[in-house]
Each structure stands twice: as structure tokens, then as C-alpha cells.
């Protein structure tokens, strides 16, 4: 590779960078062609773009990059694969539903919204991670819930007020 097309490679990965803010470093490597296949394909299904990339290259956009990247540029090493996805936990579960199958793909780390996980022992807590749409969702839902309760309450409330006022003017009389 000359110097150009590796200059090349290391502006189109800042711009991959810079445009999300969710980037998982995993190895796949050992994967035979049609388990590379099918996982290229389950990641293409869920949106998430897998690239198998040189690790000095990934480390130098990494460097470019106007995101902190914390430890992640030191875990490259071996076999190296980014997968770009729009929400945190999607790669996550690709893994995981990979790895019932086969030892690979591992996970090196991950950079999540300006948060840095390193490790394999990580992928449980990525799964958990909740989508922006997840976490509006049940926001919205806990601010609904009081005025809801006001609601009902005033609801039920009135006809037990009319209820006692009713027995109190029965009872004058």
C-alpha cells in the first residue's frame, strides 16, 4: 500500500469516526467464509457496518479524530474489525448472538457516546445499554405518570365528595 492510499484510508476512517458516536473493535478473525458472511449479513440487517481495518491505520484516524478515545488505540493488536452502528447496544447483540455458535467475534472495546469500554468481559453491559429512543420513551412515560394519577384521582374524587355531601344532606334532613 503506498503512502497515499494509506493516506487515503486514514481520512475516510476519521470520517467514519466523526460521524457516529458508536464504534466497537472486535476480532473475527479464524471465522471461516460463510461464518463471515453470515455475520456480515446479520449486521447489515440491523444497520451496523462491519470493516475489517490495519491497526496502525484505525490508531492514526483514532488519533485525527476530534473524539476521546481514551485506552482504545491501545488494545489494537491482531486481527481487527470496526463495527459503526447507530445504537450502543446493536453490535452488542450481534456478538452475543454470534458467539452461541462459535468462539469469535471477541470484543477488544468499544466507544460509546464518549464512554470507553475495554474488554470482553464487557458485553453484557453494552447489552444493556438503552437506545436514545428507549430512554425518551420511558421518560415520557414516568412524566406521564403523575399527571395520570392526578387524573384518576380528581376523577374518583368528585363522586365521592357528591357521595358524602349527598349522605350529610340525607342525614340533616
Request: aromatic residues 4%; glycine residues 8%; contains cysteine.
Amino acid at each position: 500500500m503506498t503512502r497515499e492510499e494509506k493516506s487515503q484510508v486514514i481520512e475516510d476512517l476519521t470520517a467514519q469516526l466523526a460521524g457516529t458516536n458508536v464504534v466497537y473493535v472486535a476480532d473475527i478473525s479464524g471465522l471461516n467464509a460463510e461464518t463471515t458472511s453470515n455475520l456480515r449479513r446479520a449486521c447489515y440487517k440491523a444497520g451496523v457496518k462491519l470493516e475489517v481495518v490495519k491497526n496502525t491505520l484505525l490508531e492514526k484516524a483514532m488519533q485525527a479524530s476530534d473524539n476521546d478515545y481514551g485506552d482504545l488505540p491501545t488494545i489494537l493488536s491482531g486481527n481487527t474489525s470496526i463495527m459503526i452502528a447507530e445504537n450502543g447496544n446493536t453490535p452488542a447483540k450481534i456478538i452475543k448472538e454470534f458467539r452461541k455458535k462459535s468462539d469469535k467475534p471477541v470484543l477488544k472495546g468499544a466507544y460509546i457516546h464518549q464512554a470507553v469500554f475495554i474488554g470482553d468481559n464487557q458485553i453484557d453491559a453494552l447489552i444493556a445499554l438503552k437506545s436514545k429512543e428507549e430512554v425518551i420513551g420511558e421518560v415520557i412515560g414516568l412524566l406521564q405518570s403523575p399527571a395520570k394519577n392526578v387524573i384518576s384521582a380528581l376523577k374518583s374524587g368528585g363522586g365521592k365528595i357528591a357521595g358524602i355531601l349527598k349522605t350529610l344532606s340525607e342525614k340533616e334532613g
